[in-house]
């Protein structure tokens, strides 16, 4: 499994997915997971887009299979996580790629092609917010204190169970896919998801939208609740070269309900940058 590795930086483990044609010269498209994540939860993407794409879905420092710093407090910042794109992208030639990144790394993407236009493509946001406002915060302390001492009671994986039935998923979701989602989530340092739920907490991405020039896919639940409308009004009205679409639902957890719908509006948006087909008859 390919590795990003660096002199003073934790290993960034990425999977690579690549069904194109060998004789294109098909573009990189990386898929960013968010809070507690890791690049299994784009599995079901990978089928839609690698035909078409170089899908590259990396594990942020910390997460997945990529190394855990032996400092959280200085080694997990997002400045480290828009560095570990940027040498990633680098060590994948240098030349522009396409971004998805969805609820936290929407964020982390708004801030790559605020600071690093030259890089990107396209930038595709998945229910990614501005910042996580406090309502939030306060619903993911599930009656504790704080969303930190939920965590460090519930441990990862229950943590991942009290989300999943809160703000995740409706009623009638496959058991099978609640499971899945709470045990992959499970496997997360619970250490790591403390450092990265305070970076969380403070982290905004308003003051990087008015520079950010990267044509813009933002695909939101259709239903989403009233906090994350303002913010999504906020970033139309700051993105200029901004495409939104709606999906029906309710849920945060898009890329996992609608997995197929998603893919093919990224699929879609970024093959019409490039001015390729991406359906075969």
């Not at 690049?39 to 990978?46: D, K, L």
């Not at 907490?201 to 009233?226: E, F, H, M, W």
């Amino acid at each position: 499994m390919p590795f990003l590795k660096r002199a003073g930086h934790p290993a960034i483990h990425y999977a690579l997915d690549d069904f194109t044609d060998p004789w294109r010269q098909a573009p990189y498209l990386i898929l960013q997971h968010g809070y507690g994540r890791s690049s299994e939860f784009w599995r079901p993407w990978v089928p839609y887009l690698a035909r078409f794409f170089k899908v590259v879905r990396p594990d942020l420092r910390g997460l997945g299979q990529s190394e855990i710093p032996s400092d959280l407090d200085a080694d997990i910042t997002p400045q480290h996580y828009v560095g570990d794109l940027v040498a990633l992208i680098q060590s994948l030639g240098g030349d522009p790629v396409h971004y998805c990144g969805e609820s936290v790394a929407g964020i982390i993407g708004m801030a790559l092609a605020a600071e690093h236009p030259d890089l990107l493509r396209t930038l595709s946001l998945v229910a990614a917010p501005t910042h996580i406002n406090p309502d939030t915060q306060k619903a993911f302390a599930f009656g504790y204190p704080t969303w930190q001492e939920a965590l460090s009671t519930l441990g990862s994986r229950g943590w991942a169970d009290a989300a999943n039935s809160a703000t995740r998923f409706g009623p009638g979701t496959d058991v099978g896919l609640l499971k899945w989602y709470a045990d992959e989530m499970g496997k997360s340092n619970v250490d790591v998801l403390i450092r990265m739920s305070r970076i969380a907490s403070v982290i905004d991405a308003t003051p990087y939208l008015s520079r950010i020039k990267t044509p813009t896919l933002g695909l939101y639940p259709a239903q989403a609740p009233v906090t994350i409308q303002t913010q999504e009004q906020v970033i139309r009205q700051h993105i200029k070269n901004l495409t939104i679409v709606h999906v029906p639902s309710s849920h945060h957890a898009i890329m996992n309900i609608m997995p197929a719908m998603l893919a093919r509006q990224v699929l879609y948006f970024a093959a019409q940058h490039d001015g390729t087909v991406c359906d075969e008859a």
